[in-house]
Nanobody, 121 residues
């Protein structure tokens, strides 16, 4: 069994910063692509940023230049540094990852439970 747990959400004023982290635990042999998604009330879940196993990041246009995704494979953890936050960044942020598990060596997509980020104006 594999579990992804996010942390670091909270309330911040516009223009401020928050740092999120997501740690994978359990039967983790290795991790491929790691992504951050978000979902605002009444809206569909959308991709925010991702980072592959080579450490190459990708960003959605609405966060380019403001957010930075990184990973620490020794800790099975992905991070999201969010700067210059805007009220429209308010959402529940989810991490998701392709985890290669020990028992069959196959990759499965797992999701965290989400962490709330609220940006006040």
């Amino acid at each position: 069994q594999v579990e992804l747990v996010e942390s670091g959400g909270g309330l911040v004023q516009a223009g401020g910063s928050l740092s999120l982290s997501c740690a994978a635990s359990g039967s983790v042999r290795s991790i491929g692509l790691m992504d951050w998604y978000r979902q605002a009330p009444g809206k569909q879940r959308e991709l925010v940023a991702g980072i592959d196993s080579a450490g190459i990041p990708r960003y959605s246009d609405f966060v380019k230049g403001r957010f930075t995704v990184s990973r620490d494979d020794a800790k099975n953890t992905v991070y999201l540094q969010m700067n210059s936050l805007k009220p429209e960044d308010t959402a529940v942020y989810f991490c998701s990852a392709d985890v290669i598990v020990y028992h069959d060596g196959r990759a499965y997509r797992y999701w965290g439970q989400g962490t709330q980020v609220t940006v006040s104006s």
